[in-house]
């Protein structure tokens, strides 16, 4: 049973940052892609930050230079280091995982068959 559980959210001032984790059991951590996607009221969701396989990594435009995503494979943990955060990042931010996601689609939602249950993350002006 795969299973994806976020943590790291919570509330702070716009130009703050925080790290979000999304611990991975259920599966070789190693062969999956994994990604970070937000979704926030009346939006569809988004893909943030995501990474394939090979440890490749895809930063969406919207967060490039602020957000960068990593992976711990000993701890099967994925990371969303977030700074520079702006009113506009608020949202919740899900983590995701599947076998194989072709590279120009690892930030389409549609992609991903497994998710974990979000973690909110609010920044305030």
């Known amino acids: 049973q795969v299973q994806l559980v976020e943590s790291g959210g919570g509330s702070v001032q716009a130009g703050g940052s925080l790290r979000l984790s999304c611990a991975v059991s259920g599966y070789t951590y190693s062969n999956y892609c994994m990604g970070w996607f937000r979704q926030s009221p009346g939006k569809e969701r988004e893909g943030v930050a995501a990474i394939d396989g090979d440890g490749g990594t895809m930063i969406a435009r919207s967060v490039q230079g602020r957000f960068t995503i990593s992976q711990d494979n000993a701890k099967n943990t994925l990371y969303l280091q977030m700074d520079s955060l702006k009113p506009e990042d608020t949202a919740m931010y899900y983590c995701?995982?599947?076998?194989?996601?072709?590279?120009?689609?690892?930030?389409?939602?549609?992609?991903?068959?497994?998710w974990g249950q979000g973690t909110q993350v609010t920044v305030s002006s």
């Open positions: 995701a995982a599947d076998v194989s996601v072709a590279w120009r689609s690892l930030l389409s939602s549609s992609e991903y068959n497994y």
